[in-house]
């Protein structure tokens, strides 16, 4: 598996040196999406460096689209290395841009990514706005398909939300934190 691996982060590389961005992009997902997050952290700082050369091309060259995609993979690449508050920051900053350029399949998708990252910290009523918007903008799209697996994930959210809500109440009512 990490041969795989790392035969498409090195054919990313390849690819990335011809200036073909968008299959760099898609090269580089197929890497990340069977990163083990336990790589050490001098290898990590390979995958992060690499995309922070992409995205200084692509600002270099004014590739705005581009742009909003290699922070998405930023965003991505970092939350699977556990570092949520770095992946948040890129996940906004493609957001953003996306928002920007009008394409609203992008848009929604990342949400959905955005709204991982806010569920690992614990911002649960964001998260479900995130996907609350997602899910609106595939029904919008015609993705019924996409917007039942965001609808299934916001019921999923709530209801965990709801029990966290409740153990709580329960610990500060018998004082259980004070232990």
Do not use: W
């Not at 270099?60 to 570092?83: C, D, N, Y």
């Not at 916001?154 to 610990?171: G, H, N, P, Q, T």
């Amino acid at each position: 598996m990490v041969a795989i691996i790392e035969d498409f982060f090195e054919k990313s590389k390849t690819i990335f040196e011809t200036g073909d961005i968008s299959n760099t992009l898609d090269e580089f997902e197929k890497a990340i999406i069977h990163l083990d997050p336990s790589l050490k952290d001098i290898k990590k700082s390979e995958y992060i460096n690499f995309l922070e050369k992409i995205l200084d091309h692509c600002r270099e060259k004014q590739m705005l689209e581009e742009e909003a995609i290699v922070l998405r993979s930023l965003g991505r690449t970092h939350s699977i290395f556990k570092h949520h508050v770095e992946s948040l920051k890129y996940l906004e900053q493609s957001l953003k841009i996306q928002r920007k350029l009008g394409n609203k399949t992008e848009v929604a998708e990342g949400l959905v990514f955005l709204a991982e990252d806010l569920e690992v910290s614990g911002n649960y009523k964001r998260c479900i706005d995130m996907l609350t918007e997602a899910a609106n903008i595939f029904h919008d799209l015609g993705k019924l398909r996409k917007e039942k697996d965001v609808k299934k994930e916001i019921s999923r959210i709530k209801k965990f939300s709801e029990e966290m809500a409740e153990d709580e109440y329960i610990l500060k009512k018998f004082n259980i934190d004070n232990y």
